[in-house]
């Protein structure tokens, strides 16, 4: 059985998994789109500032960071069938709560609890510790398909929902959206009635870093997963600056909503293309060495938010951006499992994506109090950068502590734990 086992990793089915969790994030991850483009239409309806609108996709990434650790808890003893059907009916739920609703209250709550926590909470990083389950030759490039839902959404729904809001207004196109969500989603989650393969330790090799003693890299286990979320923080606040505002941006500069609309779809087209690159490389040279690759080209990239505001000037640090930071999201999820065994890799790949999906929507909350204070975007920008450098500082810190001759398990880290202790 083992032996059988063994063979389904990177085999044809296994590959299915990946597509199939690929599409259901593409489609899960709409509703945040949705927000992005309706941004203003949203706080001109309910007579709102932009932070409150902003706080509705904080709450669902949020959310779908908190729903991470409890669904990857579920789907590790029972599998992901359930989580993906619940997440069905949330997503649908939520959406219809806040197109109808007439308060803040309603509003944030179906955003939250229906579309964040039960929603995207049960599918996001649950879906990707699932298909690191599947693969091992080809974990990175798999892991890296299934994340790049997330900008194949992107790509995808914002010109298709600024056209329908213009049209039928941001509450018929929730709706709308909530009924697309059931339609996809329910028949594809059918695709795990089949669990990811369970095989012997030394069927399949683990790359985890932990001793015997419960420290990796020389620190205590909880104290990496720790750092790790908080390098998270750093790139996801980033992260998040370009593309929850890039549309009001645009508009603010005098260009016509669907320019900025325009710029979202072009920054996360590229963005899809780089996850696979990205996940290529990943698979050659690790996790935590992409994250700081990708890293350092977006904190680069992002700065010329700062000093470009022209229409062609926009349209190309838009494509530049998705093409360079596509490598992040993806590979913290590979990074747990290169200091990891793989019997935790569901609540610590869990843990660790909370942290990012918070941060994500910290920054975009971030970025509309920066702009309700300022009066527009520069300081956004320039403090999503600062975020980016400390996210680059911890990042640089694991790669050098694996590197360390000395033996990375249990040494390299010695000079930071005794630091911290004291």
């Known amino acids: 059985m083992a032996e059988r086992r063994g063979a389904e990793i ?64 579920w789907s590790d003893r029972h599998g992901m069938l359930a989580p993906a059907l619940l997440a069905t ?47 091992f030759r080809r974990r990175g490039l798999a892991v890296a398909l299934v994340a790049s839902g997330q900008s194949l959404a992107g790509a995808i729904w ?38 990811a393969p369970r095989v012997e330790a030394r069927a399949v090799p683990e790359v985890g870093r932990m001793t015997a003693d419960g ?37 603010d500069l005098g260009f016509q909503a669907a320019r900025g609309a325009e710029m979202l779809s072009l920054l996360l087209a590229c963005a899809f293309l780089s996850r696979l690159g990205f996940g290529w490389l990943a698979d050659r040279i690790g996790g935590l060495q992409t994250i700081l690759v990708s890293s350092s080209l977006q904190a680069i990239s992002l700065s010329l938010y700062t000093v470009v505001d022209g229409l062609g000037g926009l349209y190309v640090i838009s494509a530049l951006y998705g093409l360079v930071f596509g ?40 970025g509309g109090f920066l702009f309700d204070l300022s009066g527009g975007y520069h300081l956004a920008f320039v403090v999503g950068v600062a975020f980016n450098l400390a996210n680059l500082a911890l990042i640089g810190f694991f790669v050098w502590a694996m590197g360390r001759p000395e033996g990375p398990s249990h040494r390299a880290a010695a000079p930071l734990f005794s630091a911290l202790k004291g």
């Open 89 to 135: 009916a949330a997503i649908a739920a939520g959406s219809l709560l806040s197109a109808t609703s007439t308060s803040m209250l309603g509003f944030l709550l179906g955003q939250g609890l229906f579309v964040g926590l039960l929603g995207s909470g049960a599918l996001f990083s649950p879906l990707m510790t699932n298909t690191t389950r599947w693969f």
């Open 215 to 251: 420290r990796v890299l020389g620190l205590p286990a909880n104290l990496v997963l720790t750092l790790l979320g908080l390098a998270f923080v750093g790139c996801c606040v980033a992260m998040a600056m370009p593309l929850v505002h890039i549309v009001a941006y645009c508009t």
């Open 327 to 366: 490598g992040i999201v993806p590979s913290y999820a590979l990074a747990v499992r290169q200091l990891f065994p793989e019997s935790q890799a569901g609540w610590r790949i869990g843990v660790v994506y909370f942290f990012g999906t918070s941060a994500m929507g910290l920054g975009g909350l971030l």
């Open 10 to 73: 990177d085999g044809a089915y296994a590959w299915w998994v990946a597509i199939a969790s690929t599409l259901i994030l593409t489609v899960s991850f709409g509703a945040t789109y949705l927000i992005s483009v309706a941004l203003k239409p949203i706080a001109l309806d309910f007579g709102w500032p932009r932070s409150i609108p902003s706080l509705g996709y904080a709450l669902i990434y949020a959310g779908t960071g908190a729903g991470g650790i409890l669904a990857g808890w």
């Open 158 to 195: 914002p010109p298709l929902l600024r056209w329908t809001i213009e049209d039928y207004g941001w509450r018929q196109t929730m709706i709308g959206y909530g009924v697309v969500a059931v339609l996809v989603v329910l028949p594809l989650s059918l695709t795990f009635r089949r669990r």
